[in-house]
């Protein structure tokens, strides 16, 4: 079982521990309040394309049909997510300009790698404003790093300045936010910034930081350009102000004009999107194998859970709590009573989750 203090078998879990669970796609606590046993025959091992578990036939498992008993889930997909991400820090962003900020910087000249986050630009003062917006938004205490880099125009190694923050989690979070891929050219706009006109006009502010810039004073504009060779993040934003925008035929960028007037033109739209990251998802059912043997009796424990009726099991998402008329429904782990049940779970192969940070 997945423990917030690391795998335990069934057997050791006891009244007041806590453990992992799935609630609305996000990884949640949830405490054991009520912990029973008895002795039973049928007992099935569960095989997904991501691993092996063993319950009682009639453990409740969260599939995408609905809640299903573990014996008849051969070829549905269930619920799951990776049991080694369990222990890593999770964030919690603060909508406002710093957390627009951020997004909008990482989209112009943001790296997100499989575990980290990287802003490297030339301007110091750049670097130390996206600093300061991770500290506001996601009370991370970032620094600047002095770097140099190639440039490609001049030939030369340019200094720079670079802002980087080692972090799974947040890796992730901003694949979310941009659909699921986090190249520049392929980025899809993220509607996340839309929570609210303050967060909208901070990521304006770091996007224009990074990709855009502001005319020369004496020039008869006055606003902002960006520029992108992406151009369906153009044509997003410039419908979300209110502007007109005309891709480049000629050439692989194009310019989008930002009025500091569109919201006194245009006006803004407030939307709601998840800011936390969803960490479940679907795995196949390859297989489920009977393993009652005759009259052999396996020792199952049954457990109840506050304030998430549910706990995870090698990552899958099991049901256990009480019903409305206070009879404990199926959650029911198997352990064998005539062999230490440590040795033979398939699930203790895996070890205890690898902490992320």
Not at 13 to 24: A, F, I, P, R
Not at 306 to 326: D, I, M, Q, Y
Request: glycine share 8%; net charge positive; with cysteine.
């Amino acid at each position: 079982m997945n423990a917030v203090s690391g795998v335990k078998p069934a057997r050791d879990v006891c009244v007041g521990d806590k453990l992992w669970t799935l609630h609305n796609g996000e990884v949640k606590e949830t405490t054991v309040t009520h912990r029973s046993f008895q002795k039973i025959h049928e007992v099935v091992e569960v095989v997904t394309s991501k691993g092996i578990f063993k319950v009682t036939a009639n453990q409740t498992l969260a599939t995408s049909h609905g809640w299903m008993e573990a014996k008849d889930t051969a070829g549905q997909q269930i619920e799951w997510t990776e049991p080694r991400s369990l222990c890593r820090q999770r964030y919690t962003p603060k909508l406002g300009h710093a957390f627009g900020y951020v997004v909008g910087a990482m989209c112009a000249d943001g790296t997100v790698g499989s575990r980290y986050l990287s802003l490297v630009v030339n301007e110091e003062h750049f670097a130390q404003a996206f600093a300061d917006a991770l500290k506001e938004a996601l009370g991370i205490q970032a620094y600047l790093e002095p770097v140099t880099r190639p440039s490609g125009y001049l030939q030369v190694d340019l200094p720079g300045f670079r802002v980087r923050v080692v972090s799974s989690y947040l890796a992730d979070l901003f694949r979310q936010y941009v659909g699921g891929d986090a190249h520049h050219m392929r980025q899809q706009f993220p509607f996340v910034v839309l929570n609210s006109l303050e967060t909208f006009e901070g990521f304006l502010d770091g996007y224009v930081e990074g990709d855009g810039f502001r005319p020369k004073a004496g020039s008869n504009k006055f606003g902002r350009f960006v520029t992108s060779a992406n151009i369906p993040f153009l044509q997003t934003l410039a419908e979300l102000i209110g502007a007109r925008f005309t891709p480049y035929t000629k050439g692989h960028v194009s310019n989008l004009y930002i009025s500091d007037r569109w919201f006194q033109r245009h006006g803004f739209q407030q939307q709601d999107h998840q800011t936390t990251l969803l960490e479940s998802g679907w795995v196949q059912v390859k297989e489920v194998r009977d393993c009652s043997q005759g009259q052999k009796l396996y020792r199952t424990y049954s457990f109840t859970c506050e304030p998430h009726p549910s706990f995870l099991v090698n990552g899958t998402k099991c049901w256990a709590s009480r019903n409305s008329r206070g009879l404990r429904t199926s959650s029911r782990i198997a352990c064998n009573c005539k062999s230490d049940w440590a040795n033979r779970s398939p699930m203790r192969s895996l070890g205890s989750p690898e902490r992320r940070t």
